[in-house]
């Protein structure tokens, strides 16, 4: 089944582009490590999008995902789903803080749009407010409520998870992702480079394993997701729970199917290097033939290699 696909050198399928729409956000994260910023007129259109994603699905990538900065910041976000949309990708998912999700959910559902992960790692709003430095936690929910009612499912949380911060609130946010029919995903706190403060890692920082260690004990079920680096789901009483661990291993690597592009235009062969990127905006503005393009996005493939071995 895999023959199918574009393969790197060292053999791994592409079979996901994750394309990073804008870097610009409404909120702000003590843990984001905020990307350099690109205005608004520099981003990529949606027919620019819709060139990139056409010559994707020619190669054989079967999947894509949008992300940010906040993609919900974009005005055109549902021209944007619509048109990825008409490619018939088997699988078309976004991440959001959640923020204007009540506003968009039902559009972004009847454009085409088939998943959505929202990231929410409190129910508590001094803790949201501390995190995000905004008061946005009911319009956060009411988006998340709004999503599962119009059908999308699975609709996940993204729980990022900091040590005296909200380590205490993962029976909480449980209760409420099962009563709502939403799978949680428990995220390990990755170093954040925003941070000028070495203590950030040392302040924050919370290992998964021991909360695995628990889900492992009360589960019904688990079930570990081989194309998906490993990561395990718990079964817990009618409700779901994943946990993802930090990227920065071999095993992460060697299952590496995804390709990236980042908010102004360029390849990005790997998640944990700046310095191999491939310019194609460009050449998609220049009008390039579609044989030329593929060789660029050839190019981004080949540059890949497992950064950790
Ligand atoms: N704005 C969108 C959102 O909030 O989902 C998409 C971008 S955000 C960078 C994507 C995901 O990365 C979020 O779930 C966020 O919690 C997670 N994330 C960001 N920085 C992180 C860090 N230092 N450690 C772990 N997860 C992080």
Known sequence: MLEEFVKDRYQRPIISLRITLTNRCNVNCLYCHHDGMITSKDEMTADELYSICKIAKNMGVKKIRISGGE????????????KIASLEFEDISITTNGTFLEKYAEDLKNAGLDRLNVSLDTLNPETYMFITK???????????????????????INMVIMKDINQNEIRDMFEFCKENNIVLQLIELIESENCDDDKFSADYHYKLDMIEEKLSEIADDVYERKFMQGRKKYYINGGEIEVV?????????????????????????????NDNLVELISHVRAGESEEKLKEIFMEGINKREPFNS
């Open 245 to 273: 661990k930090p990227v920065d291993n071999a095993n992460f690597c060697a299952n590496c199917s995804r390709l990236r592009i980042t908010p102004d235009g360029k390849i990005k062969p790997c998640l944990l290097r």
């Open 71 to 82: 993609p919900l910041i974009r005005k055109d976000i549902v021209e944007i789903i619509d």
């Open 134 to 156: 905004k008061d946005y936690l009911e319009s956060v929910k009411a988006g998340i409520l709004k999503a599962v009612e119009v059908g999308f499912y699975p609709v996940k």
